[in-house]
Protein backbone atom coordinates (compact mmCIF):
# COMPACT_ATOMS: atom_id res chain seq x y z
CA UNK A 1 0.00 0.00 0.00
CA UNK A 2 1.00 3.63 -0.99
CA UNK A 3 1.34 5.52 1.94
CA UNK A 4 -0.64 8.58 2.93
CA UNK A 5 2.55 10.91 2.66
CA UNK A 6 3.35 9.22 -0.69
CA UNK A 7 -0.50 9.31 -2.03
CA UNK A 8 -0.34 13.13 -1.21
CA UNK A 9 2.99 14.06 -2.59
CA UNK A 10 2.06 12.11 -5.85
CA UNK A 11 -1.33 13.83 -5.68
CA UNK A 12 0.46 17.23 -5.82
CA UNK A 13 2.85 16.14 -8.68
CA UNK A 14 -0.21 14.64 -11.15
CA UNK A 15 -1.82 18.65 -10.55
CA UNK A 16 1.19 19.81 -12.58
CA UNK A 17 -0.67 17.67 -15.81
CA UNK A 18 -3.36 16.92 -17.83
CA UNK A 19 -3.73 13.44 -16.78
CA UNK A 20 -2.53 11.20 -14.21
CA UNK A 21 -0.11 9.22 -15.96
CA UNK A 22 1.89 12.12 -16.96
CA UNK A 23 3.31 12.30 -13.21
CA UNK A 24 4.38 8.31 -13.66
CA UNK A 25 8.09 9.49 -13.08
CA UNK A 26 7.53 11.84 -10.49
CA UNK A 27 5.77 9.13 -8.82
CA UNK A 28 8.42 6.51 -9.51
CA UNK A 29 11.19 9.01 -7.79
CA UNK A 30 8.52 10.00 -4.71
CA UNK A 31 7.99 6.05 -3.98
CA UNK A 32 11.92 5.43 -3.99
CA UNK A 33 12.55 8.40 -2.01
CA UNK A 34 10.47 7.11 0.38
CA UNK A 35 11.89 3.53 0.16
CA UNK A 36 15.40 3.40 -1.54
CA UNK A 37 14.05 1.18 -4.50
CA UNK A 38 11.02 0.29 -6.26
CA UNK A 39 9.73 -3.51 -5.85
CA UNK A 40 7.37 -5.13 -8.03
CA UNK A 41 4.69 -4.62 -5.23
CA UNK A 42 5.42 -0.77 -5.67
CA UNK A 43 5.07 -0.83 -9.22
CA UNK A 44 2.25 -2.41 -9.12
CA UNK A 45 0.72 0.28 -6.28
CA UNK A 46 1.77 3.24 -8.47
CA UNK A 47 -0.05 1.85 -11.64
CA UNK A 48 -3.10 1.35 -9.89
CA UNK A 49 -2.52 5.00 -8.00
CA UNK A 50 -2.38 6.33 -11.34
CA UNK A 51 -4.80 3.86 -13.72
CA UNK A 52 -2.01 2.63 -15.38
CA UNK A 53 -1.00 -0.63 -16.57
CA UNK A 54 1.71 -2.72 -14.10
CA UNK A 55 3.93 -2.81 -17.41
CA UNK A 56 3.37 0.74 -18.69
CA UNK A 57 4.80 1.37 -15.29
CA UNK A 58 7.43 -0.73 -15.40
CA UNK A 59 8.43 -0.16 -18.85
CA UNK A 60 8.65 3.67 -17.89
CA UNK A 61 10.63 2.43 -14.31
CA UNK A 62 13.47 0.14 -16.41
CA UNK A 63 14.09 2.81 -18.94
CA UNK A 64 15.49 5.06 -16.49
CA UNK A 65 18.97 5.08 -14.91
CA UNK A 66 17.82 6.80 -11.71
CA UNK A 67 15.08 4.99 -10.71
CA UNK A 68 16.46 1.65 -8.70
CA UNK A 69 14.47 -1.67 -9.25
CA UNK A 70 17.14 -3.69 -6.91
CA UNK A 71 17.49 -2.61 -3.48
CA UNK A 72 20.61 -0.37 -3.10
CA UNK A 73 22.59 0.53 -0.22
CA UNK A 74 21.62 3.67 2.66
CA UNK A 75 24.21 5.61 0.67
CA UNK A 76 24.18 5.62 -3.49
CA UNK A 77 28.32 6.26 -4.84
CA UNK A 78 28.29 7.50 -8.64
CA UNK A 79 31.35 7.86 -9.80
CA UNK A 80 31.42 9.65 -13.28
CA UNK A 81 33.27 7.36 -15.81
CA UNK A 82 32.44 9.76 -18.83
CA UNK A 83 35.51 11.85 -21.19
CA UNK A 84 36.36 14.28 -18.83
CA UNK A 85 36.60 12.42 -15.94
CA UNK A 86 38.25 9.66 -17.22
CA UNK A 87 41.36 12.43 -18.59
CA UNK A 88 41.42 13.21 -15.25
CA UNK A 89 42.34 10.02 -13.73
CA UNK A 90 38.57 8.59 -12.59
CA UNK A 91 39.57 4.72 -13.09
CA UNK A 92 42.30 5.14 -10.09
CA UNK A 93 39.38 7.09 -8.03
CA UNK A 94 36.97 4.05 -8.90
CA UNK A 95 39.89 1.59 -8.08
CA UNK A 96 40.39 3.29 -4.69
CA UNK A 97 37.10 3.10 -3.56
CA UNK A 98 36.16 -0.32 -5.09
CA UNK A 99 39.15 -1.65 -3.20
CA UNK A 100 38.81 0.05 -0.04
CA UNK A 101 34.94 -0.89 0.36
CA UNK A 102 35.38 -4.35 -1.61
CA UNK A 103 32.49 -3.84 -3.97
CA UNK A 104 32.88 -3.34 -7.92
CA UNK A 105 30.38 -1.21 -9.79
CA UNK A 106 26.63 -3.01 -9.56
CA UNK A 107 27.45 -3.64 -5.93
CA UNK A 108 26.52 -3.36 -2.50
CA UNK A 109 28.88 -3.72 0.51
CA UNK A 110 27.66 -6.39 2.76
CA UNK A 111 26.80 -4.26 5.73
CA UNK A 112 24.34 -1.94 3.26
CA UNK A 113 26.18 1.11 3.56
CA UNK A 114 27.48 2.00 0.70
CA UNK A 115 26.23 0.83 -3.64
CA UNK A 116 28.69 1.55 -5.51
CA UNK A 117 27.54 2.74 -9.73
CA UNK A 118 28.89 4.32 -12.81
CA UNK A 119 27.37 7.43 -14.12
CA UNK A 120 27.46 9.35 -17.27
CA UNK A 121 28.96 12.80 -16.91
CA UNK A 122 28.00 15.35 -13.95
CA UNK A 123 28.21 18.43 -15.70
CA UNK A 124 31.39 19.45 -13.39
CA UNK A 125 34.32 18.47 -16.19
CA UNK A 126 36.14 21.87 -15.35
CA UNK A 127 36.52 19.99 -11.58
CA UNK A 128 36.98 16.83 -12.91
CA UNK A 129 37.26 13.71 -11.13
CA UNK A 130 34.06 14.31 -9.79
CA UNK A 131 31.13 11.69 -8.10
CA UNK A 132 28.19 11.97 -6.55
CA UNK A 133 26.62 10.01 -3.17
CA UNK A 134 23.33 10.84 -2.78
CA UNK A 135 22.23 14.10 -3.63
CA UNK A 136 26.20 15.34 -2.55
CA UNK A 137 28.80 16.55 -5.67
CA UNK A 138 31.86 15.94 -4.28
CA UNK A 139 34.70 16.92 -7.24
CA UNK A 140 38.46 17.44 -7.63
CA UNK A 141 38.96 14.41 -6.32
CA UNK A 142 41.74 12.69 -5.12
CA UNK A 143 42.60 9.29 -3.29
CA UNK A 144 42.95 11.40 0.41
CA UNK A 145 39.66 13.76 -0.12
CA UNK A 146 38.13 10.49 -1.23
CA UNK A 147 38.67 8.50 2.20
CA UNK A 148 37.56 11.74 4.31
CA UNK A 149 34.49 11.94 1.92
CA UNK A 150 33.56 8.49 2.45
CA UNK A 151 33.86 8.76 6.28
CA UNK A 152 30.77 11.37 6.09
CA UNK A 153 28.55 8.83 4.99
CA UNK A 154 27.44 6.19 7.73
CA UNK B 1 34.24 43.48 -23.09
CA UNK B 2 30.65 43.55 -22.03
CA UNK B 3 29.31 39.66 -20.21
CA UNK B 4 25.55 40.23 -20.52
CA UNK B 5 25.08 36.39 -18.93
CA UNK B 6 27.34 36.29 -16.67
CA UNK B 7 27.75 39.78 -15.32
CA UNK B 8 26.01 39.01 -11.58
CA UNK B 9 26.90 36.07 -10.81
CA UNK B 10 29.59 35.72 -9.00
CA UNK B 11 31.29 32.44 -7.62
CA UNK B 12 30.98 31.54 -3.80
CA UNK B 13 28.25 33.83 -3.21
CA UNK B 14 24.48 32.73 -3.54
CA UNK B 15 22.60 34.00 -6.37
CA UNK B 16 20.99 37.15 -6.05
CA UNK B 17 17.54 37.42 -4.80
CA UNK B 18 14.42 39.00 -7.23
CA UNK B 19 15.02 42.61 -5.43
CA UNK B 20 18.73 42.55 -5.49
CA UNK B 21 18.73 41.45 -9.46
CA UNK B 22 15.80 44.45 -10.42
CA UNK B 23 18.16 46.85 -8.83
CA UNK B 24 20.89 46.08 -11.31
CA UNK B 25 18.37 46.12 -13.92
CA UNK B 26 16.57 42.14 -13.95
CA UNK B 27 13.38 42.18 -15.43
CA UNK B 28 13.75 44.96 -17.14
CA UNK B 29 13.35 43.25 -20.57
CA UNK B 30 10.17 41.36 -19.56
CA UNK B 31 8.49 44.94 -18.58
CA UNK B 32 9.48 46.12 -21.43
CA UNK B 33 7.90 43.01 -23.67
CA UNK B 34 4.53 42.62 -21.73
CA UNK B 35 3.84 46.05 -21.63
CA UNK B 36 4.89 47.82 -24.24
CA UNK B 37 5.46 44.98 -27.18
CA UNK B 38 3.12 42.59 -29.38
CA UNK B 39 3.88 38.92 -28.92
CA UNK B 40 4.77 39.11 -32.67
CA UNK B 41 7.02 42.00 -32.58
CA UNK B 42 8.99 40.00 -30.08
CA UNK B 43 9.20 37.27 -32.18
CA UNK B 44 10.42 39.58 -35.11
CA UNK B 45 12.84 41.17 -32.51
CA UNK B 46 14.30 37.54 -32.18
CA UNK B 47 14.44 36.76 -35.53
CA UNK B 48 16.30 39.65 -36.84
CA UNK B 49 18.98 39.34 -33.80
CA UNK B 50 20.06 36.34 -35.42
CA UNK B 51 19.86 34.30 -32.00
CA UNK B 52 20.95 30.50 -32.81
CA UNK B 53 20.35 28.20 -30.27
CA UNK B 54 22.64 27.18 -28.00
CA UNK B 55 21.93 23.66 -26.91
CA UNK B 56 24.26 22.43 -29.84
CA UNK B 57 22.08 22.44 -32.84
CA UNK B 58 22.58 26.57 -33.37
CA UNK B 59 18.75 26.54 -34.55
CA UNK B 60 17.80 29.95 -34.94
CA UNK B 61 15.91 31.02 -32.03
CA UNK B 62 13.42 33.55 -33.53
CA UNK B 63 12.53 31.22 -37.12
CA UNK B 64 11.61 28.09 -34.01
CA UNK B 65 9.25 30.46 -32.39
CA UNK B 66 7.40 31.77 -35.26
CA UNK B 67 6.73 28.12 -36.42
CA UNK B 68 3.98 28.07 -33.72
CA UNK B 69 0.57 28.29 -34.47
CA UNK B 70 -0.96 32.00 -33.92
CA UNK B 71 -4.60 30.73 -33.30
CA UNK B 72 -4.57 27.13 -31.84
CA UNK B 73 -8.17 25.49 -32.74
CA UNK B 74 -9.80 24.48 -29.27
CA UNK B 75 -8.11 26.86 -27.28
CA UNK B 76 -4.69 27.82 -27.13
CA UNK B 77 -2.84 25.71 -24.67
CA UNK B 78 0.79 26.58 -25.59
CA UNK B 79 3.75 25.44 -23.82
CA UNK B 80 7.09 26.87 -23.53
CA UNK B 81 9.74 24.36 -21.82
CA UNK B 82 13.06 25.51 -20.65
CA UNK B 83 15.70 22.41 -21.46
CA UNK B 84 18.53 21.87 -18.83
CA UNK B 85 18.83 18.36 -19.00
CA UNK B 86 22.25 19.03 -19.63
CA UNK B 87 24.72 15.68 -19.97
CA UNK B 88 26.59 16.16 -22.99
CA UNK B 89 29.95 14.84 -21.74
CA UNK B 90 32.28 18.11 -20.96
CA UNK B 91 29.43 20.35 -21.18
CA UNK B 92 28.79 22.05 -17.83
CA UNK B 93 27.56 25.77 -18.99
CA UNK B 94 24.36 25.54 -17.83
CA UNK B 95 24.35 24.55 -14.25
CA UNK B 96 26.99 27.79 -13.99
CA UNK B 97 23.63 29.82 -15.15
CA UNK B 98 21.17 28.23 -13.47
CA UNK B 99 23.03 27.89 -9.97
CA UNK B 100 24.20 31.27 -10.42
CA UNK B 101 21.29 33.24 -12.02
CA UNK B 102 17.94 31.57 -12.02
CA UNK B 103 15.74 34.83 -12.12
CA UNK B 104 17.89 35.39 -15.28
CA UNK B 105 16.12 32.44 -17.21
CA UNK B 106 13.09 32.88 -15.26
CA UNK B 107 12.85 36.43 -16.95
CA UNK B 108 13.69 35.11 -20.72
CA UNK B 109 11.12 32.04 -19.83
CA UNK B 110 8.31 34.41 -19.03
CA UNK B 111 9.53 36.78 -22.29
CA UNK B 112 9.57 33.60 -23.98
CA UNK B 113 6.16 32.28 -23.36
CA UNK B 114 4.05 35.60 -23.67
CA UNK B 115 5.76 35.96 -27.22
CA UNK B 116 4.53 32.60 -28.18
CA UNK B 117 1.32 32.83 -25.71
CA UNK B 118 1.80 29.84 -23.97
CA UNK B 119 -0.02 29.24 -20.66
CA UNK B 120 2.04 26.87 -19.18
CA UNK B 121 6.03 26.40 -18.72
CA UNK B 122 8.46 23.95 -17.48
CA UNK B 123 11.77 24.23 -16.81
CA UNK B 124 13.11 20.10 -17.07
CA UNK B 125 15.99 20.26 -15.38
CA UNK B 126 18.64 16.75 -14.71
CA UNK B 127 17.76 14.85 -11.61
CA UNK B 128 21.80 15.58 -10.67
CA UNK B 129 21.78 19.10 -10.59
CA UNK B 130 20.09 18.93 -7.05
CA UNK B 131 21.34 22.62 -6.02
CA UNK B 132 20.70 24.36 -8.89
CA UNK B 133 16.78 22.61 -8.31
CA UNK B 134 16.89 24.05 -5.26
CA UNK B 135 17.67 27.65 -6.44
CA UNK B 136 15.32 27.32 -9.42
CA UNK B 137 11.93 26.87 -7.07
CA UNK B 138 13.20 29.14 -4.45
CA UNK B 139 13.05 31.75 -7.13
CA UNK B 140 10.00 30.82 -9.18
CA UNK B 141 8.28 31.49 -5.38
CA UNK B 142 9.93 34.59 -5.20
CA UNK B 143 8.53 35.11 -9.05
CA UNK B 144 5.41 34.40 -8.22
CA UNK B 145 5.27 36.68 -5.14
CA UNK B 146 6.19 39.56 -7.30
CA UNK B 147 3.76 39.01 -9.32
CA UNK B 148 5.49 37.94 -12.23
CA UNK B 149 4.13 34.35 -12.82
CA UNK B 150 0.52 33.67 -12.45
CA UNK B 151 -2.26 35.40 -13.46
CA UNK B 152 -2.65 39.16 -14.94
CA UNK B 153 1.26 39.62 -15.05
CA UNK B 154 2.05 43.24 -14.33
CA UNK B 155 -1.62 43.50 -15.14
CA UNK B 156 -1.72 42.83 -18.56
CA UNK B 157 -4.29 39.93 -18.54
CA UNK B 158 -1.48 37.56 -19.08
CA UNK B 159 -1.55 34.39 -17.17
CA UNK B 160 1.69 32.29 -16.95
CA UNK B 161 2.20 29.02 -14.57
CA UNK B 162 6.02 27.64 -14.87
CA UNK B 163 6.70 24.51 -12.99
CA UNK B 164 10.24 22.33 -11.97
CA UNK B 165 10.57 18.58 -14.06
CA UNK B 166 13.83 16.89 -12.25
CA UNK B 167 14.65 14.03 -14.81
CA UNK B 168 15.27 10.43 -14.34
CA UNK B 169 18.09 10.46 -16.00
CA UNK B 170 18.84 9.45 -19.73
CA UNK B 171 21.76 11.47 -22.25
CA UNK B 172 18.50 11.03 -24.83
CA UNK B 173 15.97 12.90 -23.04
CA UNK B 174 18.05 16.22 -24.05
CA UNK B 175 16.61 15.50 -27.56
CA UNK B 176 13.82 17.78 -27.84
CA UNK B 177 11.20 15.10 -28.28
CA UNK B 178 12.55 12.68 -26.46
CA UNK B 179 12.41 15.09 -23.71
CA UNK B 180 8.78 16.13 -24.23
CA UNK B 181 7.90 12.04 -23.44
CA UNK B 182 9.27 11.91 -20.70
CA UNK B 183 8.02 14.99 -19.30
CA UNK B 184 4.62 12.76 -20.59
CA UNK B 185 5.77 10.37 -17.75
CA UNK B 186 6.64 8.09 -21.07
CA UNK B 187 9.63 6.47 -21.76
CA UNK B 188 12.45 8.66 -22.93
CA UNK B 189 12.19 7.75 -26.82
CA UNK B 190 12.48 10.36 -29.61
CA UNK B 191 9.57 11.31 -31.86
CA UNK B 192 9.00 11.24 -35.44
CA UNK B 193 9.20 14.30 -37.03
CA UNK B 194 7.28 16.04 -38.40
CA UNK B 195 4.66 16.77 -37.09
CA UNK B 196 7.83 19.36 -35.44
CA UNK B 197 6.92 20.06 -31.71
CA UNK B 198 6.00 23.91 -32.73
CA UNK B 199 2.78 22.31 -34.14
CA UNK B 200 2.35 19.01 -32.11
CA UNK B 201 4.48 18.94 -28.88
CA UNK B 202 3.83 18.18 -24.94
CA UNK B 203 0.12 16.64 -24.75
CA UNK B 204 -0.18 16.78 -28.35
CA UNK B 205 -0.53 20.72 -27.89
CA UNK B 206 1.78 23.56 -29.87
CA UNK B 207 5.11 24.19 -27.85
CA UNK B 208 8.66 25.51 -28.02
CA UNK B 209 12.03 23.82 -26.22
CA UNK B 210 14.62 26.01 -25.87
CA UNK B 211 18.41 25.64 -24.08
CA UNK B 212 18.64 27.42 -21.00
CA UNK B 213 21.62 29.68 -22.18
CA UNK B 214 19.54 30.52 -25.25
CA UNK B 215 16.69 31.57 -22.76
CA UNK B 216 18.71 33.74 -21.04
CA UNK B 217 19.69 35.80 -23.86
CA UNK B 218 15.84 36.97 -24.47
CA UNK B 219 15.60 39.55 -21.97
CA UNK B 220 18.93 41.48 -22.66
CA UNK B 221 17.93 41.57 -26.18
CA UNK B 222 14.62 42.66 -25.92
CA UNK B 223 16.28 45.56 -23.45
CA UNK B 224 19.19 46.58 -25.96
CA UNK B 225 18.08 45.27 -29.41
CA UNK B 226 19.17 43.46 -32.19
CA UNK B 227 21.80 45.78 -33.19
CA UNK B 228 23.86 45.42 -29.72
CA UNK B 229 23.85 41.56 -29.77
CA UNK B 230 25.17 41.32 -33.46
CA UNK B 231 27.94 44.10 -32.16
CA UNK B 232 29.13 41.83 -29.29
CA UNK B 233 30.12 39.15 -31.76
CA UNK B 234 33.70 39.64 -33.52
CA UNK B 235 32.45 37.85 -36.34
CA UNK B 236 28.65 38.86 -36.58
CA UNK B 237 26.84 35.72 -35.87
CA UNK B 238 25.81 37.60 -32.67
CA UNK B 239 26.26 37.40 -28.64
CA UNK B 240 28.75 35.93 -26.45
CA UNK B 241 28.77 32.73 -25.78
CA UNK B 242 29.95 30.79 -22.62
CA UNK B 243 33.08 28.63 -23.31
CA UNK B 244 34.12 25.79 -21.21
CA UNK B 245 37.91 23.89 -21.37
CA UNK B 246 38.57 20.69 -19.62
CA UNK B 247 41.04 18.24 -19.55
CA UNK B 248 44.87 19.06 -18.74
CA UNK B 249 44.66 22.69 -18.53
CA UNK B 250 45.89 25.22 -16.02
CA UNK B 251 43.09 26.41 -15.69
CA UNK B 252 39.90 24.35 -16.30
CA UNK B 253 36.74 26.75 -16.11
CA UNK B 254 34.28 28.47 -18.36
CA UNK B 255 34.15 32.37 -19.53
CA UNK B 256 31.82 34.34 -21.45
CA UNK B 257 33.46 35.22 -24.51
CA UNK B 258 32.91 37.56 -27.48
CA UNK B 259 31.04 34.89 -30.12
CA UNK B 260 34.39 34.24 -32.70
CA UNK B 261 36.87 34.35 -29.98
CA UNK B 262 39.51 31.68 -31.67
CA UNK B 263 40.50 28.42 -30.14
CA UNK B 264 44.01 29.54 -29.07
CA UNK B 265 42.62 32.50 -27.02
CA UNK B 266 40.23 30.18 -25.41
CA UNK B 267 42.74 27.17 -24.33
CA UNK B 268 45.95 29.50 -24.20
CA UNK B 269 44.91 32.92 -22.72
CA UNK B 270 41.46 32.02 -21.06
CA UNK B 271 42.29 27.88 -19.81
CA UNK B 272 45.74 28.73 -19.25
CA UNK B 273 47.78 26.77 -21.48
CA UNK B 274 48.09 22.68 -21.35
CA UNK B 275 49.83 21.46 -18.12
CA UNK B 276 53.65 21.39 -17.65
CA UNK B 277 54.26 17.77 -19.18
CA UNK B 278 51.39 17.96 -21.62
CA UNK B 279 51.02 18.53 -24.86
CA UNK B 280 47.77 19.06 -26.99
CA UNK B 281 46.81 16.72 -29.24
CA UNK B 282 43.53 17.25 -29.89
CA UNK B 283 39.96 19.28 -29.31
CA UNK B 284 36.61 17.96 -29.13
CA UNK B 285 35.00 21.55 -29.15
CA UNK B 286 31.40 21.45 -28.36
CA UNK B 287 30.64 18.17 -26.13
CA UNK B 288 31.32 14.53 -26.94
CA UNK B 289 29.04 14.38 -30.38
CA UNK B 290 31.18 17.22 -32.18
CA UNK B 291 34.50 16.41 -34.24
CA UNK B 292 37.83 16.55 -33.10
CA UNK B 293 39.86 19.67 -34.08
CA UNK B 294 43.55 19.74 -33.66
CA UNK B 295 46.32 21.87 -33.19
CA UNK B 296 46.02 22.72 -37.31
CA UNK B 297 42.78 24.51 -36.28
CA UNK B 298 44.13 26.46 -33.16
CA UNK B 299 43.20 29.62 -35.18
CA UNK B 300 39.51 28.85 -35.52
CA UNK B 301 37.08 31.81 -35.04
CA UNK B 302 34.54 29.76 -32.46
CA UNK B 303 31.41 30.29 -34.13
CA UNK B 304 28.95 28.01 -35.86
CA UNK B 305 30.04 29.06 -39.00
CA UNK B 306 33.61 28.94 -38.48
CA UNK B 307 33.88 25.63 -37.03
CA UNK B 308 32.01 24.03 -39.73
CA UNK B 309 34.03 25.16 -41.90
CA UNK B 310 36.82 23.93 -39.81
CA UNK B 311 35.37 20.36 -40.06
CA UNK B 312 33.26 20.10 -36.84
CA UNK B 313 30.51 22.05 -35.04
CA UNK B 314 30.53 24.37 -32.32
CA UNK B 315 28.08 22.44 -30.57
CA UNK B 316 28.07 23.26 -26.63
CA UNK B 317 30.96 25.27 -26.94
CA UNK B 318 32.93 23.55 -24.30
CA UNK B 319 35.58 21.95 -24.79
CA UNK B 320 37.39 18.88 -23.45
CA UNK B 321 41.29 18.40 -24.31
CA UNK B 322 42.99 15.23 -25.22
CA UNK B 323 46.49 15.46 -24.35
CA UNK B 324 49.85 13.08 -25.74
CA UNK B 325 49.87 11.59 -22.22
CA UNK B 326 46.14 9.83 -22.81
CA UNK B 327 45.62 7.36 -25.77
CA UNK B 328 43.07 8.89 -28.43
CA UNK B 329 41.36 5.63 -28.55
CA UNK B 330 40.89 4.69 -25.07
CA UNK B 331 39.74 8.54 -25.73
CA UNK B 332 36.85 7.51 -28.31
CA UNK B 333 35.97 4.33 -26.74
CA UNK B 334 34.87 6.22 -23.85
CA UNK B 335 32.80 8.45 -25.37
CA UNK B 336 31.37 5.44 -27.38
CA UNK B 337 30.67 3.38 -24.44
CA UNK B 338 28.60 6.40 -23.29
CA UNK B 339 26.68 6.55 -26.68
CA UNK B 340 26.12 2.82 -26.59
CA UNK B 341 24.77 3.08 -23.03
CA UNK B 342 22.49 5.86 -23.47
CA UNK B 343 21.40 5.08 -26.83
CA UNK B 344 16.94 4.64 -26.36
CA UNK B 345 17.12 1.25 -28.07
CA UNK B 346 14.83 2.35 -30.75
CA UNK B 347 16.01 2.12 -33.85
CA UNK B 348 18.44 -1.08 -35.25
CA UNK B 349 21.49 0.78 -36.31
CA UNK B 350 22.10 2.88 -32.99
CA UNK B 351 21.22 -0.18 -30.90
CA UNK B 352 23.47 -2.22 -31.82
CA UNK B 353 25.89 -0.42 -34.10
CA UNK B 354 27.19 1.59 -30.88
CA UNK B 355 27.89 -1.37 -29.00
CA UNK B 356 29.47 -3.11 -31.72
CA UNK B 357 31.92 0.07 -32.23
CA UNK B 358 32.10 -0.58 -29.06
CA UNK B 359 33.51 -3.70 -28.91
CA UNK B 360 35.94 -2.94 -31.62
CA UNK B 361 37.34 -0.49 -29.76
CA UNK B 362 37.72 -2.04 -26.83
CA UNK B 363 39.78 -4.86 -29.15
CA UNK B 364 41.95 -2.17 -30.29
CA UNK B 365 43.05 -1.33 -26.28
CA UNK B 366 43.12 -5.17 -25.22
CA UNK B 367 45.58 -5.39 -28.08
CA UNK B 368 43.70 -7.76 -30.26
CA UNK B 369 42.57 -5.81 -33.05
CA UNK B 370 43.03 -6.22 -37.17
CA UNK B 371 44.19 -4.26 -39.98
CA UNK B 372 40.51 -4.63 -41.43
CA UNK B 373 38.96 -3.36 -38.08
CA UNK B 374 39.71 -0.02 -39.14
CA UNK B 375 37.69 -0.73 -42.66
CA UNK B 376 34.75 -1.84 -40.32
CA UNK B 377 34.74 1.08 -37.88
CA UNK B 378 35.30 3.59 -41.13
CA UNK B 379 32.09 1.86 -42.96
CA UNK B 380 30.12 2.24 -39.23
CA UNK B 381 30.52 6.05 -39.14
CA UNK B 382 29.08 6.13 -42.59
CA UNK B 383 26.20 3.63 -41.86
CA UNK B 384 25.50 5.24 -38.63
CA UNK B 385 25.79 8.89 -40.32
CA UNK B 386 22.83 11.40 -40.95
CA UNK B 387 19.62 9.84 -42.34
CA UNK B 388 20.13 6.08 -41.17
CA UNK B 389 19.08 6.69 -38.28
CA UNK B 390 15.50 7.98 -36.20
CA UNK B 391 17.27 10.23 -34.39
CA UNK B 392 20.71 12.23 -34.00
CA UNK B 393 21.86 10.44 -31.77
CA UNK B 394 24.13 7.57 -33.52
CA UNK B 395 25.18 10.20 -36.13
CA UNK B 396 26.84 12.46 -33.49
CA UNK B 397 28.26 9.46 -31.63
CA UNK B 398 30.25 9.44 -34.73
CA UNK B 399 31.64 12.59 -35.37
CA UNK B 400 34.59 12.17 -32.45
CA UNK B 401 35.04 8.51 -34.52
CA UNK B 402 35.34 9.59 -37.70
CA UNK B 403 37.59 12.52 -37.33
CA UNK B 404 39.55 10.59 -34.62
CA UNK B 405 40.27 7.75 -37.70
CA UNK B 406 41.40 10.64 -39.92
CA UNK B 407 43.51 12.33 -37.51
CA UNK B 408 45.07 9.37 -35.24
CA UNK B 409 45.03 6.85 -37.67
CA UNK B 410 48.64 6.30 -36.86
CA UNK B 411 47.67 5.52 -33.23
CA UNK B 412 44.70 3.11 -33.94
CA UNK B 413 47.84 1.06 -36.69
CA UNK B 414 50.27 1.28 -33.61
CA UNK B 415 47.76 -0.54 -31.39
CA UNK B 416 47.51 -3.40 -33.88
CA UNK B 417 51.53 -3.62 -34.56
CA UNK B 418 52.55 -3.53 -31.48
CA UNK B 419 49.82 -6.30 -30.17
CA UNK B 420 48.96 -3.48 -26.99
CA UNK B 421 47.95 0.07 -26.14
CA UNK B 422 51.45 1.85 -26.31
CA UNK B 423 49.88 4.50 -24.09
CA UNK B 424 49.44 1.55 -21.11
CA UNK B 425 53.42 1.59 -20.23
CA UNK B 426 53.43 5.36 -19.47
Not at chain 1, 47 to 54: F, N, Q
Not at chain 2, 199 to 218: A, D, H, M, R, Y
Not at chain 2, 297 to 326: C, N
Amino acid sequence: MLSTKEKEEIYEETRLYPYPAAACIDALKIVQHHRGWISDEAIEEIASELDMSVEDVDSVATFYTRIYRKPVGRNVILVCDSISCMVMGYESMYKHISDKLSVHFGETTPDGRFTLLPISCLGDCDHAPSLMINDDLHNNLTINSIDEILEKYQ
Amino acid sequence: METPLTEHIKENRPPLRLSDYEKVGGYRGMHKALKEMAPADIISLIKSSNLMGRGGAGFPTGLKWSLVPKDVPGGSLKYLIANADEMEPGTFKDRYLLEGNPHQLISGMIIAAYAIQARKAYIFIRWAYKKAEIIIRNAISEAYEAGYLGNNILGTGYNLDLYVHSSAGRYICGEETALINSLEGKRGLPRAKPPFPATSGLFGQPTVVNNVETLCWIPHIVENGAEWFTKLSITGEGGTKIYGVSGRVNKPGLWELPVGTTLREIIEKHAGGMKDGYRLKGVIPGGASTDFLTEAHMDTRMDFASVRTAGSRLGTGTMIILDDKTCPVAFIHNMIKFFALESCGWCTPCREGLPWVQKILESFEEGTAKTEDIGILEFQTQYMGPGNTFCAHAPGAMEPLQSGLKYFCDDFLKHIEEKHCPWRRL
